[in-house]
């Protein structure tokens, strides 16, 4: 049972990278946002894959812990998961540009923890462990958005007054 449950954190073994196991994490939330990609509705089911992935995170976040013996284990990734879900979401259907673009805003506003991110690590448990990601996933979708906004539809734009 650990050996599944460690997969399921780890999204697939991703989290047990030696090195930067969040990063490695987040390609889990890549291949999730690709093959949704082509489901034709690709807000709405990033999000329900978005609110799975946490409700079995938070599930799974104090068994983690204790198997890893420390808070906010590295092998726990399904974080990343769903604040890469997060950045992307609200995009339409992502074009791989989207997506790699996506995966480097969203671990900028990991690593740097902007509010009150690191705040939420402070809880206790699954939320602890997810809800700073969630953070950091809107944050990159607010950028996600202005620079769809400006770079891509500035055409639609109109002067009032």
């Known amino acids: 049972m650990d050996k599944l449950k460690l997969g399921i954190v780890s999204c697939g073994y991703l989290g047990c990278s030696p090195f930067a196991p969040g990063t490695f994490g987040t390609l889990g ?11 034709g509705n690709f807000a709405v089911w990033s999000l329900v894959a978005a609110v799975l992935v946490y409700l079995v995170g938070r599930s799974l976040g104090d068994w983690s812990e204790a198997y890893a013996g420390k808070k906010d284990p ?12 997060v950045t992307v979401w609200w995009l339409g259907s992502p074009t791989y540009l989207t997506l790699i673009v996506g995966f480097f805003v969203f671990r900028l506003f990991d690593i740097v923890k902007p ?4 705040r939420m690590e402070r809880l206790g448990g699954g939320d602890g462990i997810l809800l700073d990601d969630v953070v950091a996933g809107l944050y990159g979708l607010a950028v996600m958005a202005a620079a769809r906004l400006l770079l891509l539809e500035p055409a639609n734009w109109t002067l009032v007054g």
């Open 115 to 118: 509010p009150p991110a690191r």
């Open 29 to 39: 939330g890549v291949a999730i946002a690709w093959g949704l990609s082509f489901t």
């Open 74 to 85: 590295g092998i726990f990734v399904l974080d990343e998961v769903v604040g890469y879900l």
